[in-house]
Each structure stands twice: as structure tokens, then as C-alpha cells.
């Protein structure tokens, strides 16, 4: 196991910057997840923490040595990737030991390694199956398996479960963490789904455009997000956003609805303009509130997530109850103020003062 320390990364790919002075601190035995949306250099940055993409200015330490210039095969690192990349005219034994047969490991220590994985990862009946025999979910943790025979410092997922049904990838996501959990190997893992992350990680690191924009545990990231980015990405459905101006103690929104402040909220002059944030299921229904038109009615089950049109946009509530209400029908809502935010509409900035600040934004 190992810390990982990535400090003042920049990548260029020719005169394209595509990583700006990237900080993340990993500690030893930690779960770190990049995410962000596609194109934001997360993938980008794991390839330089193996080893396959050179680092243009920074540098990066594993176990508080620097890698900049080591081989990735001298890194003590495992990669999963996206596509499994297992030889197919190999059996799963052979593709679990190949690293260790190259490494010249005697054969009883190929054997214990490649024994003790599978008995991991539930793969005993599988050893002298060919890949194509063996289903998605068998062959992520063949893919798994290859990289936890070598037994690395660390561990690196380059979206792993993204070929995978949805049924298999919430299985999958909670056999990954078990298996950290247990093995306590330090893991940087990249998705561009934003479930995974705050389902499996210690910390996210949130990223756009080569900048990280806020890194922390995930339900900090999730309570208190440092800008509106960061509010909109984490969420399924997003955080609702209104445009309006403070005035008279209230967001007051163009269609004149009155949002109440976050309840410790001073200091905003009258008139000032703001974005009004507030997650679906920080919305209730009531007789009083801002009054509502269904648009459509979404039954999930466990909830009833609603599509209104109010405040002059449309709206997401989440409901816990089941509602019978038919598109056309006007509610009234009422927010949880306690969970409101407040946003700079020109710099996206958190203004909001009921929340510390979680993480930090580069």
C-alpha cells in the first residue's frame, strides 16, 4: 500500500492544454474516485499515474517516490480497464498469471497468487475457461483478478463497469468496494457516473475541463458544493436552479414566486442577483407555497419524481408519497430552506453561508 501524490500536473498534448495544475493528496489505503464529465481529464490523469502518458510539468509520487520517469512496469501499479483487455486464445489462469510468469515468479507462487484471487473473486470454477466463455461480469473480475495477483501498491479502474447492464453494475460496484474494503489497497478509480462515485468512494475529486473543482467525501461534496457545477453533477435527478433577486427577504424569481432564503442567510443586499439551487427532494407539497403546474407525473416505485413548471422553469420534485395528480393540475410546493443554496450567477461561486466549505477548489 501506498500514498499517491499528484502536484501542480499539467499535460499538454501539443499546444492543447488539457490538465491545469492538478493537487490531489491520496492516502495510503484510501478509495479516491475522479469524476466529471466526458472530455475532463480524468482518464488522462490515471494513464499518467500509471505510467502511459508522459507528466508536461508537476510530478507524481507513489509511496513518496517519484514516478515521472519510471517505467510503468517499475510503478508497482495494477490497471483494470474499460474493455478487460484479456487475451482470448489465454484461459483465465493464464491471463490471471501472465504478469507473473513475465516477472520470472516461480511457478508455486504463480499458482498460490492466481488460487488465492479467484477464491477472491469467486472465480474457482472458472480457471480453464477461455474469455469467451465467460459472461461481462466474469470477465471484469478475471480483469480484476490479473491485477490483484501482482499484489501493487495501488490500483487503478479506468471505467470499469461501463460495458456492464445496469443489474450487473450495481453488483459489480459493491463487490469492488468489498474487495478494497478487505484489501485495503490504495485505489483510484475513474467513472463518468456520478452513482458510482458517491456510492463507492472515501473521496471524489471532481473534475472539468482539466480543472478539478472540488475534492472531498462524497455526501460533504454532495451537502455543501462550492459552486454550481459541482451542485448540478452530483445528484440523480440534479439540483433544481432558479434565477431571481433578493428582495425583501426572499428569492423573488420573474413570474414574481417568492423562495425563502437559506435560514442563516445575511448579508445580500435587495436587488442582488442570484441562482437559486434546491435538490428534488428537498421539494414538498402543501397548501401554502409557490404554486405549481404538473407537466408530468414519473412513478418509480420508491418515489414519485414530479416535472412541474414554476419559477419560471421547470422543476424536478422528488416525492416520497405516490401522487395521483394528472399534467395540467396546479400544487403548490414548499422548500426545506434549511437545505437551500445561493449562487453568484457570473461565477457559479456558492454565496450561501449556512454551509462550510467542504474541499477546495483549484
Not at 8 to 31: A, M
Not at 54 to 72: F, T, Y
Not at 259 to 273: A, C, E, I, N, V
Request: aromatic share 6%; glycine share 10%.
Amino acid at each position: 500500500m501506498a500514498t499517491v501524490a499528484i502536484r501542480g500536473v499539467r499535460k499538454f498534448f501539443g499546444q492543447l492544454e488539457v490538465l491545469h495544475s492538478v493537487d490531489v493528496e491520496i492516502d495510503d489505503g484510501e478509495f479516491v474516485i475522479l469524476v466529471g464529465p466526458s472530455g475532463c481529464g480524468k482518464t488522462t490523469l490515471l494513464r499518467m499515474i500509471a505510467g502511459l502518458e508522459d507528466v508536461s510539468h508537476g510530478e507524481i509520487l507513489i509511496g513518496g517516490r517519484r514516478v515521472n520517469d519510471i517505467a510503468p512496469k517499475a510503478r508497482d501499479v495494477a490497471m483494470v480497464f474499460q474493455n478487460y483487455a484479456l487475451y482470448p486464445h489465454m484461459t483465465v489462469r493464464q491471463n490471471m498469471s501472465f504478469a507473473l510468469r513475465l516477472a520470472r515468479r516461480n511457478r508455486a507462487e504463480i499458482n498460490q497468487r492466481v488460487e488465492r484471487a479467484a477464491e477472491i473473486l469467486g472465480l474457482g470454477q472458472l480457471l480453464d475457461r477461455s474469455p469467451r466463455q465467460l459472461s461481462g461480469g466474469q470477465r471484469q473480475r478475471v480483469a480484476m483478478g490479473r491485477a490483484l495477483v501482482r499484489d501493487p501498491q495501488v490500483f487503478l479502474f479506468d471505467e470499469p463497469l461501463s460495458n456492464l447492464d445496469a443489474k450487473l453494475r450495481v453488483q459489480m460496484r459493491a463487490e469492488i468496494k468489498e474487495l478494497q474494503q478487505r484489501l485495503k489497497t490504495t485505489t483510484v478509480y475513474v467513472t463518468h457516473d456520478q452513482i458510482e462515485a458517491m456510492t463507492m468512494a472515501d473521496k471524489i475529486v471532481i473534475m472539468r475541463s482539466g480543472h478539478v473543482e472540488q475534492i472531498g467525501a462524497p455526501l460533504d461534496l454532495y451537502d455543501y458544493p462550492v459552486n454550481q457545477f459541482v451542485a448540478g453533477f452530483l445528484g440523480s435527478p440534479a439540483m433544481n436552479f432558479l434565477e431571481g433577486e433578493i428582495a425583501d427577504g426572499a428569492v423573488i424569481t420573474a413570474d414574481g414566486s417568492r423562495w425563502p432564503l437559506p435560514t442563516t442567510s445575511t448579508g445580500y443586499p435587495t436587488g442582488q442577483k442570484v441562482v437559486y439551487g434546491i435538490r428534488p427532494e428537498h421539494l414538498t407539497l402543501g397548501e401554502a407555497g409557490v404554486p405549481a403546474r404538473v407537466q408530468v407525473v414519473e412513478p418509480t416505485g420508491s418515489e414519485t419524481q414530479v416535472l412541474l413548471q414554476a419559477g419560471g422553469t421547470t422543476l424536478v420534485a422528488a416525492l416520497r408519497e405516490r401522487l395521483p395528480a394528472q399534467p395540467g393540475a396546479v400544487l403548490h410546493v414548499t422548500v426545506d430552506a434549511t437545505r437551500a443554496h445561493l449562487f453568484d450567477p457570473a461565477s457559479g461561486e456558492r454565496l450561501s453561508s449556512i454551509f462550510p466549505v467542504s474541499g477546495h477548489k483549484k
